[in-house]
């Protein structure tokens, strides 16, 4: 093609190489996909549970049979190591799964004892298309984990994608098309089409994970049309060590939740409280294993590969910096390295001030911030002194007093001894400035649905 036509790029993160030019879609493509996705939702809005789940099984089937292909792409586009993305494509394929097993008794009807002679229930037909704009930390997952309780449902999908994983979001439109045709739609058009595309009366609703901007700028365009929305926004996810807490288990479980992914994860660890008893030992403990952590080409057997792009990278070694500036303490990493790519080691930061930089901004990679609070008290204070409500962990030895704890926690999740996570079994999302709506579990699925209310005389 032309190097002049419209069209994305994709850049290797660990060499900075070009990997390809995607032409974006005209206004006649666009139109076009927008129809396929339509004509197909009415078709498939009336296929059975039973034909729905078969679909969804195959579609299971088809992303194991490209796993290789897939997580080498997503390698490739965003940078993860090639372990978690053969990992990322499994599960998505266990999403389609639950979904086939268990989204027809999601989605019964529910008898309603009105009295009389009356019958009343309640039923949960789709709402029709749904666009899904999607970022690229996940480039198969976080598409799946909305596309699967929505095709369940009997909506089909249009993916905007990030623009750097779109040979991704162009492969899993692939792979889905091959078992039933036009259930997912790609559409390669930038950011400021998604307006125009939310505004089409094709579209019925929209799903959206990204960051704080993106959310307003969804829900502006959302509320302009009426049209509801889930949003997966933000998120600075405490990490709370109460003083009775296994320290060294603490610690381990740390690093997995701080760094897989290199840190780029909405749901993540990114503020670790720790109470003053205890501090100490857990900031040896983290440290030493974060600084353990081996950083290099991601296809190679590394833990952490490079940031998906090099101004992300600045960015967060800018954000280190400030920290700095601010009182923190560099207990390992902290510099970026020479060479190309958008590398960047797991750094972790002590003396972290509640209103330092890493304390109140959410940090988007391998940087963890480390506050020290003296008691149980400060320690939920501190984190719910945030704008952000996604998820969090909570560390102790006394499970009731956790279990207790966790209603004054301001987030969608709370795991206790353990680190955040999304399973398709359980409802994912957040509150406050993390978004609202639920992806996954029996919640999720009833998002893209009209709850309507049947009366038969």
């Known amino acids: 093609m032309s190097t002049t036509a419209p069209h994305v790029t994709s850049v290797d993160p660990a060499t900075g190489a070009e990997l390809a030019r995607h032409p974006l879609h005209d206004d006649a493509a666009l139109d076009a996909a ?31 049979a490209e796993q290789e292909r897939m997580a080498e792409l997503i390698t490739a586009e965003m940078g993860k190591t090639l372990r978690e993305a053969r990992a990322e494509v499994e599960k998505s394929a266990w999403v389609c799964e639950y979904y086939a097993a268990e989204g027809a008794s999601q989605l019964a009807p529910e008898t309603v004892d009105t009295g009389g002679a009356r019958e009343t229930y309640v039923q949960f ?12 930390n996940y480039p198969v997952w976080q598409v799946m984990r909305a596309a699967a309780p929505a095709l369940m449902a ?19 439109g692939e792979v889905v098309g091959r078992v039933e045709r036009s259930l997912l739609e790609t559409i390669v058009v930038p950011g400021r089409a998604v307006a125009a595309v939310i505004a089409d009366d094709r579209i019925a609703a929209v799903t959206l994970t990204g960051s704080e901007a993106a959310g307003v700028s969804v829900a502006q ?15 600075s996810d405490p990490f709370i060590v109460l003083g009775d807490a296994d320290v060294e288990a603490a610690a381990r479980e740390a690093v997995k939740a701080r760094f897989s992914n290199t840190g780029q994860s909405c749901v993540a660890a990114k503020r670790f409280i720790v109470v003053a008893s205890i501090a100490e030992a857990f900031e040896e403990a983290f440290a030493a294993a974060a600084g353990a952590l081996v950083m290099g080409a991601p296809r190679e057997e590394v833990d952490l590969g490079p940031m998906a792009r090099v101004d992300l990278r600045d960015e967060l070694a800018d954000q280190v910096a400030r920290g700095v500036a601010a009182g923190g303490r560099v207990l390992t990493g902290g510099s970026v390295p020479d060479g190309p790519g958008a590398f960047y080691p ?22 963890a911030a480390v506050l020290r609070v003296p008691d149980e008290a400060a320690a939920i204070a501190l984190a719910n002194a945030s ?15 956790a279990k207790a704890l966790a209603a004054s926690i301001e987030a969608g999740a709370v795991f206790v001894n353990a680190m955040t996570a999304s399973d398709p079994r359980m409802p994912f999302g957040g509150v406050k400035r993390s978004g609202w709506g639920r992806e996954l579990g029996a919640f999720g699925i009833r998002e893209f649905v009209n709850v309507q209310a049947i009366t038969v005389a």
């Open 34 to 64: 927008l129809t396929r996705a339509h004509d197909a939702q009415r078709a498939w809005r009336t296929a059975s549970f039973e034909r729905r789940a078969e679909v969804l099984v195959a579609i299971a089937a088809e992303l194991r």
């Open 125 to 136: 037909p789709p709402l029709g298309v749904v666009l899904a704009v999607m970022p690229w």
């Open 154 to 172: 009997g909506n089909t999908v249009v993916l905007k994608h990030a623009s750097n994983v779109t040979g991704s979001a162009l492969l899993l």
């Open 221 to 235: 365009a959302c509320a302009t049309a009426l049209k509801p929305s889930v949003l997966e926004l933000g998120g």
């Open 346 to 367: 797991p750094t972790v930061v002590g003396a972290v001030a509640p209103d330092s930089p890493l304390a109140r901004e959410e940090t988007f990679g391998p940087a």
């Open 387 to 401: 704008p952000y409500g996604l998820s969090s962990s909570l560390w102790t030895q006394d499970r009731e007093r």
